[in-house]
């Protein structure tokens, strides 16, 4: 079956979305929507025979159907999430699922009465390396986890280039390292969160420089989280991730700071991407084409790892705790 999809928010996720969905096979890319309807009108003729819409209000007045992909800025999912569920509309948002807790539940009770999907962009759930790491715990091989510790650190260049001053930090970077664990804790939840930030250097620019926190989980386990948006600008990662488990049976570890691909000329030298969006013979590849690939497969009732709403509130909802520590020194208990 065919499906027709349109992308609301035209920016550098929205972009990237409508070109893969443009391209993907049994999908037809019907429409890009952005308020720059300018912004709109050039993603959409990149992608063929797209429209383009100023709003999510002309796009649902005018088009049918069978899925949405909201790019828009964190805090404005809320408005166009509960209009095209409304419309009885297949929902697919790009992390995290809002920047409040209200916002996120409202989302979810806005699919779940219109009987519609929601899934969420947590494209690390579809890296081989975490996936496989993933099956190793399903499997037993690692036994209890005892401790795991995330790292997702970046230079300033990247990140605070394109987000700074509108959302913390820790929703834009660590949210994808909490996904990640809660998803291979599952059974677990957090029980407490401690965490300290700094703001030397990009704090003028209304973010944070790096956020460390630690969490424990209801049977024991002890996660550190540790995220930075302060590498220099020469730094040889554009981003140096890392994630380590150590169980009772076994361990594992993630590393995900080398590309594999390094490239230099008289003027510049820079760290390439091939993991997560590289665009290879005009085409966006990477963990980000097959989450969108998985995405139109879960809409036809395939089993694949796409986050749910629900997924996605606890992920917020620890990432707010940790924003809440951070501020306010305090050691914040969860449910």
């Known amino acids: ?109 806005a699919a779940r009465g219109a009987g519609v999907k929601l899934g969420v962009g947590y494209l690390l759930r579809f890296d081989p390396r975490y996936a496989r790491a993933k099956e190793l715990i399903d499997e037993g091989r690692i036994g209890a986890p005892i401790h795991l510790y995330a790292r997702r650190n970046s230079a300033r ?55 460390a926190a630690i969490a424990r989980f209801s049977d024991g386990t002890v996660v550190n989280f540790e995220s930075a948006w302060s590498l220099p600008s020469g730094a040889r990662h554009m981003i140096d991730a890392r994630l380590e488990l150590i169980g009772t049976e076994g361990s594992f570890e993630v590393q995900c700071g080398d590309s594999g691909l390094y490239f230099a000329d008289n003027d510049r030298s820079q760290e390439m991407d091939t993991q997560h969006w590289p665009t290879l013979a005009g085409r966006v590849g990477g963990d980000l084409r097959q989450q969108l690939l998985a995405v139109l497969e879960w809409l036809e009732g395939a089993d694949r790892p796409v986050a749910s709403g629900e997924d996605a509130l606890r992920s917020l909802e620890l990432t707010l705790a940790m924003i809440r520590s951070a501020e306010t020194g305090e050691v914040v208990r969860l449910g």
């Open 1 to 109: 079956m065919t499906r027709r999809v349109a992308v609301i928010g035209a920016g550098f996720m929205g972009s990237m979305h409508a070109s893969i969905f443009s391209s993907a096979p049994n999908c037809n890319l019907a429409a890009v929507v952005d308020p720059n309807v300018e912004l709109a009108r050039a993603a959409a003729a990149r992608c063929g025979n797209a429209k383009a819409y100023a709003s999510h209000d002309e796009l649902l007045a005018a088009e049918k159907l069978d899925l949405v992909s909201i790019c828009t800025p964190d805090n404005l999912h809320r408005a166009p999430a509960e209009a095209v569920a409304a419309n009885g509309v297949n929902l697919f948002i790009e992390k995290p699922i809002a920047s409040t807790v209200d916002d996120a539940k409202a989302i979810i009770a």
């Open 157 to 211: 260049t990247e990140g605070p280039k394109r987000y700074a001053g509108k959302l913390p930090l820790a929703l834009h970077v660590t949210v994808h390292d909490v996904d990640l664990v809660l998803w291979m804790l599952s059974g677990q939840h957090p029980v407490s969160v401690y965490a300290q930030q700094t703001d030397r250097l990009l704090g003028p620019t209304g973010t944070q420089d790096s956020i």
